[in-house]
Structure formats: structure tokens, C-alpha cells
């Protein structure tokens, strides 16, 4: 498992709160990790680099250009679910207010991996599965942003003039 010396430095920051007392898991449907301080306060590390003192691992600007393809390479398929779901919502949207929101809602979404991404990683490095290559990371991760796009594409084709 290759890991960057920028991500390792951010694996490392999330052992130091793992260390000083915090709590990283997943719950339920969430797409994003719960991190809970020593207090049991739920850390929001969206635009966060620090939660009090202590160093959040920040964002990581790789999985917000290529997110499918990191969210493959470390066998996250329930962002492929929630991808689909966000882009159904915001095709109905976009069908009912005649405005265009998939800009919007791909770089909002992208944003959000980009600042969990870090936590998504370190759960999946303590899990000690192996991660898919990176070409196969990209080729399925296409495959599989079309296929969660397709119930976005019917809503398009039946309601587009």
C-alpha cells in the first residue's frame, strides 16, 4: 500500500488525536466518519485545520480532484451510493426549479471527500485489507460513477423536452 509523504503526514496527525483520546469510526449510512473529541463532542472537519489544539489532518486536494478513483482504491462503495442518491435529488431539483445544480452539487460533495478523505484512509489502513491498483482504480471508479448516475439520467430523459 503506497502512501504519499503528504497523506502519511495527515495519517500520522489522526494517530495523535487517536492518541490524545478522540474517537474515529463510521456509522450507519453516514458517508463521512463520526471523529468525536475526548469530551464526546462530534468534530466537524469541514474548513477545520484545528479542534481546540489539536491538529486536524487537513484536506487532502487529491481526493478532491479524483475522488472516485480514491474512494475505489480503498473499496468505499457507499460513496458510489450516496453519489448517486445526491445526483437524483439534484436532477428532480433541477427538473422542478429549471436550474442547473450539477456543478454545484459535484464540487460541494468533492469539497467534503477532499476534507474526510484523511479519516476514510486511516480507517481503511487499520483495517489491513489491500487497496485496487490505481489504473483498476480508475477504470471501475468511472464504470461505477455512470452506473450511480443512471437513475439521474432517466429523471434527465423523461422529463427533458
Known sequence: MAISSEMKLRL???????????????????????????????????FRGKYGDDALPGF???????PFVFATKIRYWR?????????????????????????????VFSMYYGFYYPFHRWLFVKSNQEEIGT???VLLGILLCFV??????????????
Open 12 to 46: 500520522d496527525k489522526i494517530d495523535t488525536l487517536v492518541e490524545k483520546g478522540y474517537l474515529v469510526k463510521t456509522k450507519g449510512i453516514f458517508l463521512f466518519p463520526i471523529v468525536r473529541s475526548p469530551q464526546g463532542a462530534v468534530v466537524n472537519a469541514f
Open 135 to 137: 489504473f483498476a482504480s
Open 148 to 161: 450511480a448516475g443512471i437513475p439521474s439520467l432517466i429523471i434527465y430523459g423523461i422529463f427533458s423536452p
Open 79 to 107: 460513496f458510489f451510493w450516496i453519489l448517486g442518491i445526491i445526483a437524483l435529488f439534484a436532477s428532480i431539483i433541477e427538473y422542478i426549479f429549471n436550474i442547473d445544480l450539477s456543478l454545484a452539487h459535484e464540487i
Open 60 to 66: 487532502s486536494w487529491i481526493a478532491f480532484f479524483f
